[in-house]
C-alpha cells in the first residue's frame, strides 16, 4: 500500500509541475515572446522549482536539510537531461506546425503536445532514480542512505 501511496503522490506531484511548466510554456510560444526551445527551457526551469520540493518532501517525506551535491544537484542534472531532449521535441514540433501553415493556435498545440510526450516517456524511469538512489527511504530519519555500506552492515545483512 506504502508504493501506491507514493505512485499517487508522486502522479500528482507531476500534475502540478507539469501544469505550471505548460502554461508558463504556452504563454511563451503563444506571445511570441521567445523561441519554443526557450520557452521550453524557461518554462521547465520554473516547473522544478516545485517539483523538487514536493517530491522530497511530500513524496519521499524529506524534511531535513537539503543537500546540494547529493539532492538538489542530481535532481537538476536529471530535470534539466530531460529538458534537453523535450526542448528538441518542442522545436522540431514547433517548426513542423509552423512549415505546415498551422498558425499560432497549432504552434502551440504541438509545442505542448511535444513536451507532455517526452516528459510523459520518462516519468517512469525519473520515479525509479528518485526512490532508488535520491530520496531513499533511510528509515525515517529524513537522510539519505550513504552509497557504500560499512562492513558491519554487510555482514548482518548477509547473515
Not at 513542423?96 to 493556435?105: C, D, E, F, N
Not at 530519519?141 to 554487510?154: H, K, V, Y
Amino acid at each position: 500500500m506504502k508504493l501506491f501511496h507514493r505512485l499517487f503522490r508522486y502522479a500528482a506531484v507531476s500534475v502540478i509541475s507539469t501544469s505550471v511548466s505548460l502554461i508558463v510554456l504556452a504563454v511563451l510560444v503563444a506571445t511570441g515572446a521567445t523561441s519554443a526551445g526557450w520557452a521550453n527551457v524557461i518554462a521547465t526551469a520554473i516547473g522544478t522549482i516545485p517539483s523538487f520540493e514536493l517530491n522530497r518532501r511530500w513524496v519521499w517525506k524529506k524534511d531535513g536539510p537539503r543537500s546540494w551535491l547529493g539532492e538538489i544537484g542530481p535532481f537538476c542534472v536529471l530535470s534539466f537531461t530531460e529538458l534537453g531532449l523535450s526542448t528538441v521535441a518542442v522545436s522540431m514540433a514547433a517548426g513542423w506546425a509552423a512549415g505546415a501553415g498551422l498558425g499560432s493556435t497549432g504552434r502551440t498545440l504541438a509545442a505542448l503536445v511535444a513536451n507532455v510526450a517526452t516528459f510523459g516517456s520518462l516519468w517512469v524511469i525519473q520515479y525509479l532514480l528518485l526512490d532508488r538512489i535520491l530520496f531513499r527511504s533511510s528509515g525515517g530519519t529524513g537522510r539519505p542512505i550513504p552509497l557504500r555500506r560499512g562492513a558491519e552492515e554487510s555482514n548482518r545483512l548477509a547473515a
